[in-house]
Nanobody
Framework: QVQLVESGGGLVQAGGSLRLSCAAS????????MGWFRQAPGKEREFVAA????????IYADSVKGRFTISRDNAKNTVYLQMNSLKPEDTAVYYC?????????????????WGQGTQVTVSS
């Protein structure tokens, strides 16, 4: 399994932007589909976005489509989540996750490795 470390969270006003990064250990990063989930207080962890091993295919939750962009740099073992037009309802702890597969899934149980999470707070 890969070890994942997120960074880039913080406090931002509504309408602002943040970019999250997730650095992965190991030499097989390109064999992993990567994803982002988030969990708000009192709510279940929910899917945000995912990207195929090669970066060619991406998938997004309807709630972030058009505002968030997931990307990856396999040379740097890093996946990113660019978040624009942030809303207060985007406030949550954001988790990076990995799945050693060429198939991207959106359900929680389909992912194996998880980072420790990074807090994103959007003020109104």
């Amino acid at each position: 399994q890969v070890q994942l470390v997120e960074s880039g969270g913080g406090l931002v006003q509504a309408g602002g932007s943040l970019r999250l990064s997730c650095a992965a250990s190991g030499r097989t990063f390109s064999e992993y589909a990567m994803g982002w989930f988030r969990q708000a207080p009192g709510k279940e962890r929910e899917f945000v976005a995912a990207i195929h091993t090669s970066g060619g295919n991406t998938i997004y939750a309807d709630s972030v489509k058009g505002r968030f962009t997931i990307s990856r740099d396999n040379a740097k073992n890093t996946v990113y989540l660019q978040m624009n037009s942030l809303k207060p309802e985007d406030t949550a702890v954001y988790y990076c996750t990995a799945r050693r597969s060429t198939v991207v899934v959106t359900y929680l149980a389909g992912w194996g490795s998880w980072g420790q999470g990074t807090q994103v707070t959007v003020s109104s």
